[in-house]
């Protein structure tokens, strides 16, 4: 699982708990996380509820992750080491 994959997972399970939906319902979950994601404002303040604050900050992050630039992302990579050289291949 990536990390983009790893974050929207952790959204999904949190608005699955303040929602009180159910978690196994993944069509459902699916739609408000894009919802949520698309709906985010990050200029608006954090919320005073400890759930909705982890919820912003997810969002903050799994957006900022998101939206990074190929070139800082293939840079991410490679200090985790996830990128080979095409010599490495033989």
Known sequence: MTELETKRAAIAELIARI????PRDRSVLDERV????ERFDPGAPEPSDPARA???RL?????DLRDLPA????VRLAE???????????
């Open 59 to 63: 969002i903050r992050d799994f957006r």
């Open 71 to 74: 070139d800082r992302n293939n």
């Open 19 to 22: 929602e009180g939906l159910d």
């Open 80 to 90: 985790k080491g996830e990128v080979f050289a095409p010599e490495d291949d033989a």
């Open 54 to 56: 982890d919820l912003h």
């Open 34 to 37: 894009d919802l949520a994601v």
